[in-house]
């Protein structure tokens, strides 16, 4: 018995130019790069992918070669602080959009200092987050969101704080760790069926939403994981 065929239309988000700055949707725009041919030979399996991701680290892939180098706190919108709270479990959150001085912000929610953050936005929010740190706190850093679309970087200027504090501050990246994903899997999985493990999904419909959905990342837009269904089936 012979493999079977299918012909699929080959729909694309491209990229139209490199980007300096905030990104926009302009810069990217849905094609349609004709039709191609699956081709699954007998006792094969063909896979059909449903949704499609939309990350933060794609901002990087969207810059010019010569650029270089290629939330705690989100960027919350409106109902996500009581969301934080009621779903997620945190004791306390704030919307950072609704604080004019960070450094007083968590004084505030913090009062008695900050022992481990999480570190995913830089820039004023890592200046508050030294100034506020405890004698021997921990800063895992896994992403500078606040940074990626600016043409000139934001400094730190609380870095002395490390010191007298003696705070330990380690860069995080995913694929340090690619050989303990079946560890993972095999903790999470479970945690997720039992409802253990609490997300929220902000879903776009259609590939040709995927633009707005990658863009609504640097300002906020989405609620939730950010994902972009392009099949139902």
């Known amino acids: 018995m012979a493999g079977s065929v299918t012909e699929m239309e080959n729909k694309q988000v491209v990229l139209t130019e490199y980007v300096t700055g905030f990104p926009k949707e302009s810069h990217l725009a849905v094609r349609n790069g004709g039709k191609i041919q699956l081709k699954a030979p007998q006792g094969s399996v063909l896979v059909k992918n449903l949704y499609l991701s939309c990350d933060p680290y794609m901002r990087g ?7 270089g180098g290629d939330p705690n706190f989100a960027s919350f919108t409106p109902g996500s602080v009581e969301l934080l709270k009621s779903k997620f479990g945190f004791d306390e959150a704030f919307n950072y959009k609704e604080e004019n001085d960070l450094d007083a912000a968590l004084k505030r929610y913090f009062p008695e200092g900050i022992d481990i953050y999480f570190e995913n936005v830089g820039g004023k929010m890592l200046d508050a987050v030294l100034s506020n740190i405890r004698v021997h706190g921990r800063i895992a850093v896994c992403g500078m969101i606040s940074q990626y679309n600016l043409e000139h970087h934001e400094g730190v200027h609380n870095l002395a704080a490390m010191i007298y504090k003696r705070v330990r501050m380690q860069g995080f990246v995913s694929f340090d760790y690619f050989a303990r994903y079946s560890e993972l899997l095999d903790d999470v999985v479970p945690y997720v069926k039992e409802g ?3 997300y929220v999904e902000d879903v776009a419909e ?14 906020g837009r989405n609620v939730g994981k950010q994902v972009v ?4 089936e």
């Open 229 to 232: 269904a392009v099949a139902h």
């Open 61 to 67: 892939r969207m810059s010019p070669p010569k650029a």
């Open 196 to 198: 253990k493990i609490a």
């Open 206 to 219: 259609g590939l040709e939403n995927g633009p707005a959905a990658l863009v609504g990342l640097f300002s």
